[in-house]
């Protein structure tokens, strides 16, 4: 696949640290990658972005980001309350194509969830992902409340008919409580789609060197990485209450 839309069930889940790692195990194995960030809220002019950190972390990369807004708000909202063009589906399938005709992968990071509004007329990361006919890939996080979010997500997919890759977990505590070792029997029925993968807690701290070098083991093979997601599951499964 050229494109792969990266999505989240939310906010600062680790949608970030996640495309870096598909990036990385792409381009170790030889891939040109680009990376594109539609709207980068809560930064300034001459602050690094979103797309800035992927590359730093993947390393050989080309990023792009389209819109820069001060607020950390909506991309929408942000674009308004700045007096900003806000940068709308079109926009981002456009700057993706281009992107994908000089590289083997483009992945494409939103803003927050799925159906956050980029502009005014209630655009969003999904109409952007039917333009460009390309998959999502959705991270999650670990703990209670993400089954519920997971499955809407999963819903707005289907009910657009934009194929959902799988689920990522994107910071998987040292120490997972109890609904985060369930969910990760529950998260791929919620989803409808494979787990895909665990990104360790600060992973996104770690030399980029060291990044790359474990990226591979935090992914699975549909990703390009090593990660066995039936191995994990069970390493890391809840104890079975006996009453």
């Known amino acids: 696949m050229t494109v792969i839309v990266v ?15 598909v990036a990385a195990v792409a381009t170790a194995a030889g891939r040109s990658v680009a990376v594109l960030k539609p709207a980068q809220t809560g930064v300034g002019p001459d602050e690094r972005g979103v797309a800035d950190e992927v590359v730093r972390l993947a390393g050989a990369a080309t990023s ?9 708000l909506a991309p929408g909202t942000a674009a308004r309350r700045a007096g900003l063009p806000p940068v709308g589906p079109r926009e981002v399938a456009e700057a ?36 460009l006919d390309a998959p999502v890939l959705v991270v999650a996080p670990a ?34 409580d109890l609904a985060a070792r369930c ?10 789609a494979p787990l895909l993968g665990a990104v360790p807690e600060g992973s996104g701290t770690l030399a980029p060197a060291a990044f ?32």
């Open 7 to 21: 999505s989240g069930t939310g906010t600062e889940i680790g949608k970030t640290v996640v495309t870096a790692a």
């Open 64 to 72: 792009s980001a389209l819109g820069r807004f001060p607020e950390p």
């Open 96 to 131: 993706a194509r281009k992107l994908a005709a000089a590289h083997d992968l483009v992945l494409v990071e939103g803003a927050g969830g799925l159906l956050v509004r980029l502009d005014e007329g209630g655009g969003t990361l999904a109409d952007a992902a039917s333009l």
């Open 143 to 176: 703990g209670l409340g993400t089954l519920n979010s997971t499955t809407l997500t999963a819903e707005a997919l289907r009910t657009r008919r934009i194929e959902q890759l799988g689920v990522v977990v994107g910071s998987w505590p040292e120490a997972p």
């Open 183 to 192: 969910n990760l029997a529950d998260l791929p029925v919620a989803a409808g």
């Open 212 to 243: 790359r070098a474990a990226a591979s083991g935090w992914l699975a093979p549909a990703l390009g990485g090593t990660w066995d997601a039936e191995a994990f599951s069970a390493a890391e499964a809840a104890p079975v209450s006996v009453g």
